[in-house]
Each structure stands twice: as structure tokens, then as C-alpha cells.
């Protein structure tokens, strides 16, 4: 067996030098205009300089572009990946086969990884994108665990799955919050909304709080948990799961930087010193997290064990 990447979600440069020294193996960058729900903003300059700093440490780096796409942004869209082209990132992430259709068309050589969010949901998808040019999938994060075994038992091509972060259980390309304040007549909130990502949706009923932002991709809504799958990680260190991805999105820097370390040491434990030291730690290591888990999101294992129920 192979160690699987550990890929994480930067918020800035600086950022970038904490989570190599925290032993991240990739990352994921980019900017909202062409990637979802990204931990932080990087410009197309900070893109190349992150891809850099990454490539000197040896690492990877991969670029979103996983946005929806309408036809006003698509001639943006080739304009950036033929910088990408320049800078040379190791993977872009694609859902929308406009992507794909560009990468062909100006012949761009970066390897595409299939990222479409939720429908990512069995091996005939994975091995449909694979055959037309993407090396890896990112699977959706309402699967079971058996479902995520049988993916990567009959896939042919990498597989990538969330094991740490929030869920989005909701998307919508309207100007939800904007609308809503627009109709109370607040406009100064209208104007600071897009820097405004503390905000939630409280459900009395259940007393759950969902966190709730918008920007230039619409309304985003998520689940009031966060997924910590650091002590059920033997299944997919067996299964040969290529990347384990820790989503740091409406987290701080601190909090993904030892998130990050933790799984390192869980990775590590197992790859390392056997199966039994890693049974031995990981109790203490979900520990670790739970006391620094923002009270507002308790922890849970996100669909692995359940029903895709919201």
C-alpha cells in the first residue's frame, strides 16, 4: 500500500509555508470567479507564486475551476487557463466540460481532476471522465463508506474523498442574502455581504445553525457539522484511496494548520509504524480536535455511515 496525499485547503501565501511545515502533501487555490467555495482567495499572481513556493518544497498544487459556467465568463475562462498553462500547476479541477472543451481546444497540458461536488456518485461517472482526460475524481461527499469502496474497487482512475470540513448541502446561482436584504431596505449590509461569512440560517426546531454566504457563484448554504473522519481511517487506507482531503472553508488558519498536523501523524502512524499504532492514537487524536472545534459545529462521520439524509 501507498501512503494517500494529504490535501488541504490554503488561505493565503503565508499560509501555504504553515501547512508544508504541518506536512500538507497538495493543495487546492484559486479564485471565486472560476473555483466554488474555496478556503481562500488566491489571484492569478498569487497563483503563481503559491504554485512556487509549493513545487520548491516538493509538493503538489491544483488550480478550481469547478464553477458553473455561463456563456459570459467563458471567454474569461480561456483566458485563465492559458495562463495556467504558463505557471504549470499539477492538476486542474474541472466539473463543467466547458473546461474540458477549452483544455482541448488551446491545448493545454495540465492533468484535469473530475470535480463536479455532488454528482459524483459511482464508478461509471468516474471511469466515463476519465477516458476523456481526467486522471482523478473527487467524489461526493453524500456517500456511504461501502459506496466509496465499490467506486474505488472499479475505477481505473484516482480517488479522491473529503475526510475532514464543512458539507454544502445547498447552491443557488441567485443573490439569496442580497434579495433578502434588499427587501428589508438594509443596503449597507448589501454592500459588505461578500466579506460577511459569519452568518447562518437557525433552525429552532432542531437548533441547528447553517452557515450561509454568498458571492459571485450564488448563495451557498452548509450543513451544521463538520465531517472528522481522523479515527475511521483504516477502510480507506486499505481501499487504496488516493487523496484525503481536508476542506478548510469558513475555518481560520490556526484551525486547519493543526487539523492538518493531526492527520499528518494518523497518516504516518499507519504507513509507518503498522495499523496497531495507529489504532492506539487515534482516539487521542480526535481528541485534540474536538477541543478546538468551534462550539457552533459539533463533529460526525458526514454520510459514511448513514443515509444521504439532510
Not at 43 to 57: F, G, M
Not at 160 to 177: A, D, W
Not at 290 to 304: E, S, V, Y
Request: charged residues 30%; glycine residues 6%.
Amino acid at each position: 500500500m501507498k501512503k494517500p496525499e494529504l490535501l488541504v485547503t490554503p488561505k493565503s501565501i503565508p499560509h501555504i509555508k504553515e501547512l508544508i511545515e504541518a506536512g500538507a502533501d497538495a493543495f487546492v487555490i484559486g479564485e471565486q470567479k472560476f473555483g466554488l467555495r474555496l478556503a481562500g482567495e488566491f489571484s492569478i499572481d498569487e497563483v503563481k507564486e503559491a504554485t512556487q513556493i509549493i513545487h520548491e518544497a516538493g509538493k503538489k498544487v491544483y488550480v478550481s475551476c469547478n464553477a458553473l459556467f455561463h456563456n459570459d465568463r467563458i471567454d474569461a475562462l480561456d483566458e485563465y487557463l492559458k495562463q495556467l498553462q504558463q505557471i504549470g500547476p499539477d492538476a486542474i479541477l474541472f466539473g463543467d466540460p466547458a473546461v474540458l472543451m477549452s483544455v482541448r481546444e488551446f491545448g493545454i497540458t495540465i492533468p484535469l481532476h473530475w470535480n463536479p461536488e455532488t454528482t459524483a456518485t459511482n464508478w461509471f461517472q468516474v471511469n466515463y471522465w476519465g477516458e476523456r482526460g481526467a486522471k482523478r475524481a473527487v467524489l461526493a461527499r453524500e456517500l456511504s463508506l461501502d459506496e466509496i469502496l465499490e467506486i474505488k474497487e472499479n475505477s481505473k482512475y484516482e480517488i479522491e474523498v473529503q475526510v475532514h470540513g464543512m458539507t454544502c448541502m445547498f447552491q443557488s446561482k441567485r443573490k439569496l442574502l442580497g434579495n433578502y436584504f434588499l427587501y428589508r431596505g438594509e443596503v449597507m449590509e448589501i454592500e459588505n455581504r461578500k466579506e460577511n461569512k459569519n452568518m447562518f440560517l437557525h433552525d429552532k426546531e432542531r437548533n441547528n445553525k447553517y452557515p450561509i454566504y454568498e458571492d459571485l457563484n450564488g448563495t451557498h448554504i452548509f450543513s451544521p457539522n463538520d465531517i472528522c473522519l481522523i479515527d475511521e481511517l483504516t477502510e480507506f487506507f486499505e481501499a487504496g484511496i488516493d487523496s484525503l482531503k481536508i476542506d478548510g472553508i469558513l475555518q481560520t488558519e490556526e484551525y486547519i494548520t493543526t487539523v492538518t498536523s493531526l492527520y499528518r501523524q494518523a497518516i504516518d502512524a499507519y504507513f509507518d509504524e503498522g495499523e496497531d499504532t495507529y489504532d492506539e492514537i487515534k482516539d487521542e487524536l480526535f481528541e485534540k480536535i474536538k477541543a478546538i472545534q468551534p462550539p457552533l459545529r459539533p463533529l460526525d462521520t458526514g454520510f459514511i455511515y448513514k443515509e444521504t439524509v439532510y
